[in-house]
């Protein structure tokens, strides 16, 4: 989780169980309104209901009416009402197919191959997402349509045939109206515990939002006590040069300052990127140039370290980014280097072409990493085996700032490190196209 600001999820969740279920619908509207249109085609195509029941071409119209259904529901689904509104387009497309096929069923006088054909039809009835008032509502107008359809066609189950399909019916009632209970439960039950969810995740927001306030008042609090302290314990270790005992004590002081306002420093640089408040100016930037500037920067400390600083850069390897961040990422990498490294080892910093990429890689000679701390190594506050070589200060988020900034560049970053062997990490940014 990040440390000032939760990233929020894309997922809008529902205030009310009915936009749970519209939600749901929406997601299904496409893939329903297709079946129903090709479903009964074959049927229609090979001419069985023609075979069957010659006489009833109502059954073809019927069959032909849901695929109509099915393309309704698909130019519906366009509008902008009905994109947002696909509970309806369900309930229309469940609520014709339970009674046309009730009425093709009663057209034939409770033929058995077209009851087992209802019997699916009721168990497919349940499976929408719809709400339970409305399931049971199709499912009993359509028993009520056959009933009545049945009684004017004169249905008769005298046959082990026509028996076998009306016991069939009756289980598949049976099980259906216990089905809509049980789906009705589950899907409430999964609705309350989203809510539950929910509710949790504001009250944390709302609680994360309020500590991080908190740290950004005091970390502006604390910034400039802090930059007084160094000035001053930085004047006296000048007044008082003669006496050793107080110029040690300053000089514990100045370090423990020095890492402080580093600290705070670093926190409000996450601040500002992880709440999207941090200035990002972005233009065509050769990569190589803000690199070599970055070496150069840093050559004085490589040298009071005794360590050698080795630059090769490609030119004109153009990237779209802000050159002061840009030079920061480059500048947490070398410092990083310089600061866990041995003295009189060296350092290569190389920037090149890798594909459609430019890549910017520095590696050292220092103690290397452990295959489980490269997993948190970019981890905000992690204390790693390697430690800095000359007393110099780690605040332990140089690298999550880098790999942030690496990320608002749409970039990445990575890392190859044996203990021992050293270390080196390589930033890829992507190349521009066609810059200038």
């Known amino acids: 989780m990040n440390l000032f600001k939760s990233r929020e999820s894309d997922y809008e969740h529902p205030r009310t169980f009915k936009e749970e279920l519209n939600q749901q619908c929406n997601a299904l509207v496409v893939p329903a309104s297709l079946m129903v249109i090709f479903a009964w085609l074959p049927f229609i195509l090979l001419d069985l209901d023609k075979k069957l029941h010659g006489e009833l071409p109502e059954i073809v119209y019927l069959r032909l009416g849901l695929s109509l259904v099915g393309i309704i529901s698909l130019i519906l689904h366009r509008t902008l009402f009905f994109k ?135 970390a502006h609090d604390l910034k400039d006590p802090l930059q007084v302290i160094i000035g001053y314990t930085d004047l006296l270790q000048m007044k008082l040069r003669g006496d050793k005992f107080a110029v040690e004590k300053l000089k514990i002081v100045y370090r423990s300052s020095d890492r402080m306002i580093k600290l705070v420093g670093g926190l409000l640089e996450i601040a500002s990127i992880e709440s999207g408040n941090l200035a990002v100016h972005k233009s065509e930037v050769d990569l190589g140039e803000v690199v070599e500037a970055a070496v150069k920067g840093h050559q004085q400390a490589s040298e009071k370290k005794n360590q050698q600083l080795f630059c090769t850069v490609e030119k004109t390897l153009i990237v779209n980014g802000d050159k002061m961040l840009l030079r920061q990422i480059a500048n947490h990498l070398i410092s990083n280097a310089i600061k866990f490294s041995p003295p009189f080892k060296s350092i290569w910093v190389t920037v090149n072409r890798d594909e459609n990429f430019a890549a910017l890689e520095v590696r050292d000679e220092g103690p290397g990493l452990a295959e489980d701390e490269k997993n948190k190594l970019f981890d905000k506050f992690q204390r790693l085996s390697p430690k800095p070589t000359a007393g110099e200060t780690s605040t332990g988020l140089g690298l999550a700032i880098t790999k942030d900034l690496v990320e608002i560049h749409k970039g990445k970053i990575t890392v190859k490190s044996e203990p021992g062997k050293g270390s080196s990490f390589v930033v890829h940014l992507p190349l521009l196209k066609n810059p200038g």
Do not use: C
């Open 84 to 218: 947002k509104e696909g509970y309806w387009l369900i309930l229309f497309i469940a609520g014709y197919a339970g009674l046309a096929t009730v009425l093709i069923v009663g057209l034939t006088a409770a033929n058995p191959v077209y009851m087992g054909g209802y019997s699916i039809v009721i168990f497919l009835l349940v499976l929408p997402p719809i709400r339970r008032t409305h399931s049971l509502a199709i499912l009993f107008s359509s028993l009520v349509l056959f009933i009545i359809v049945g009684f004017i066609r004169e249905m008769k189950f005298g046959k082990a045939g026509e028996q076998y399909g009306l016991l069939n019916l009756i289980i598949s009632m049976i099980i259906a109206v216990v089905a809509i209970f049980v789906f009705d439960k589950i899907r409430r039950d999964n609705y309350e515990k989203s809510q539950v969810i929910k509710r949790a995740n504001e009250e944390l927001q709302k609680a994360n939002e309020l500590k991080n306030e908190l740290l950004q008042i005091a």
